[in-house]
């Protein structure tokens, strides 16, 4: 498995859960894809990949206009779609593989890394807590609501589209 997979956290191809090995000798390892196949098999639109190829994510080779990728850009891309779930920005998910290039024992990259998930972690621990309160302040109100039909002899009525997002 390359070093940019181990240290954004993916492991084998079930843990990523996208159906990719990163290991340049797993499946797809010296064949060339074309924007189509990574679209598709990342669940990701053509637009989305020539972004990232815009902002320097991804650099395919040409066969006159058409994109070629390589083990190596879908490796990235999978490492791209993992940096955007656990909720990393762009700019620091290109420098992440730009560590990645840059240092041969990955140290600066693994320091990186380790420095932006645990902001994230901080980020995730701050946004729970504030749910968790909405949660509860929202409960209240439904019991105090509950509380004033029954009282007054009110029969509440529930819909569907009281339980759905």
Do not use: W
């Not at 955007?84 to 024992?105: P, Q, V």
């Amino acid at each position: 498995m390359s070093q940019p997979a181990r240290s954004m956290g993916l492991g084998t191809r079930a843990d990523i859960g996208l159906g990719v090995g990163l290991d340049p000798g797993a499946d797809g390892a010296g064949r060339s894809f074309a924007i189509g196949e990574l679209a598709d098999e990342f669940g990701l639109t053509h637009r989305t990949i020539r972004h990232y190829e815009d902002e320097g994510l991804l650099a395919p080779q040409r066969d006159g206009t058409a994109r070629v990728y390589g083990h190596r850009d879908r490796a990235r891309l999978a490492l791209i779609c993992r940096g955007k779930r656990l909720g990393f920005s762009l700019a620091e998910i290109k420098e992440f593989l730009t560590l990645y290039d840059a240092d041969e024992i990955q140290k600066e990259q693994m320091r990186f890394m380790q420095r932006i998930a645990r902001r994230r972690i901080a980020d995730l621990e701050r946004q729970l807590q504030d749910v968790q309160q909405t949660l509860g302040e929202l409960r209240i109100i439904d019991t105090q609501i509950s509380d004033h039909f029954r009282k007054n002899g009110i029969t509440e009525t529930h819909t569907p589209e009281d339980t759905q997002p």
